[in-house]
């Protein structure tokens, strides 16, 4: 199976391997080495926790470069209502959409104007999977990967569709190639507020290739359209004529509860990728049951909460609110024609392929060696602390002991054998620090 | 491989736990999933049982490469007529219980649905014995 492409990167310079994104991380996918953070890329989700945790600054999210742009004649920028909430309340939505254009871009798509089509189809898959309930919402690409590797038994309840940055990218091309536009010359780019979007477009889950071609980080695209306003403060400015005034349902998809609140029967809205984790658990021992609709999304408060939005996420959402009571007071024309691509997108949404499991939870194939891994874990744990300080490099004495029968860790990395064994003359100083250097790096024994 | 878990009468705030802990250990043993959900769905509802009608209770768990056997014993009311309880919709829970959504008759009836064989032991004011095996192929 391909590997998961991650866009996380850690960056050797920076990090000081503070343990800090070890035990946040949902899947126990980073181990530390050599003073350095390192991440088990088969059980990395993209969920961006070790990046909202690093207090180096030392993780961050690699991006294509912008001026790839440049190399289409019709350069598409989609972007998610969330851009919106970045700013804010002195800039308005026509600033944005010009600053925009001039930077290059020659036409802007909002994404969530898709939700519309999205939703009836999610209704259409739903009633006609009725036995497949509860349903699982595949809006969060980490949160699909999530149950991919924690949670296989539950795949089968994920609605296999293409979300709204998918459909929204199908309707931008199919638009021009009906204007007569010839492929090539099209280039449509995502502006993302997280690294799982990131990895779902450039090694997307139930599909053979996404149709993006590139993705910029919401950051960067506000600290440009943040340069464009102050250096053309004195400019007229030149109206965009495919800004779109979104419905308050379209713009609140993004945000937590959005799904939820389109649908009937019984619906639940998680956030935050542990609380998804509580409800996943319960779900599979069918603790709860009854349900029809569960929307999950790994960040707190949703979207506006991901690892490349810049404004306070609870700031965010009033701006997003102020834009809902807006749009819905003035009632203006929306330049909506994707109304016009619903059948084509209908027919194109579900997903190609299938989600696999990718288990990251077996200690072995072979249920026989499995027990025998298993059995040694527990008389492992029999000795070691189980206080779970991290200072071995892994993130719990509990993963330690697994990295210990799975050949990728020394039981005396344990700083508490390490004390035992010197006490009863069975290690030497020099050997506990020279195990120590092996972990944290040596020069941090040199301070 | 053994495993035992202990199990509070009353306690419906940790009802589940152990069943809950079964079911990580058999992920890890790489146990089909539609499997570990039988067995999952099999186990809760037992350690429920106990939760909801016994003082306290006892999960052993046994597991060889190609199954699993549990055993759950506990000290409470028993059974007078297995044959009833095992009738769905058949309950005894008290109004307190089901008002917090169990009891509702579907217990037994759910385990023999979800595990390869059952075999109940009671004992009127002494309590009972619940054991079910389930076969990995």
Redesign the interface.
Known sequence: MDPFYHALQISPKACIGCTHCMTVCPTNAIRICDGLATINEAACVDCGMCLKNCSQHAIFVEQDDFNKIFSFKHRIILIPTVVFGQFSDDVTEEQIFAELHAMGITHVIETDQATGVLTEAIQEYMEKNYFRRPFISAFCPAIVRLIQVRFPSMLSHVIPLKQALDLSALYARKKFIDQGVSEEDIGVFYVTPCAAKIAAIKSPVGEEKSPVDGVINMDFIYNKVQMGITQHRDKPLTPVPEQTYLSPEAIAWTLSEGEVSRFNGRCLAIDEIHNVIDILEKLEDEEISEIDFIELRACDHSCVGGALTINNRFLSIERLRKRMKNNAKNKRSVPDDILQYKSYLKQHSLLSGKVLPRSIEKLDENILVAMAKMEKINRIMNFIPKIDCGACGSPSCRALAQDVVQGKAKLNQCVFIQKVLMRDNLMTPDESIELSERTWGKERFRK | ?EFNFNIEGGNFSHA?AA??EV???L?????D??L??RI??AL?EAEVNVVAHAYEGMMKVV?S?DFIEVTITDRGPGIPDISLAMKEGYSTASPQVREMGFGAGMGLPNIKKNCDKLEIVSKVNEGTTVKMTTF?S
């Open positions: 491989m589940g069943s809950s079911k990580k250990v992920k890890q043993l790489n146990v999933v539609s570990i959900k999952v769905v809760y597991l490469s990995f």
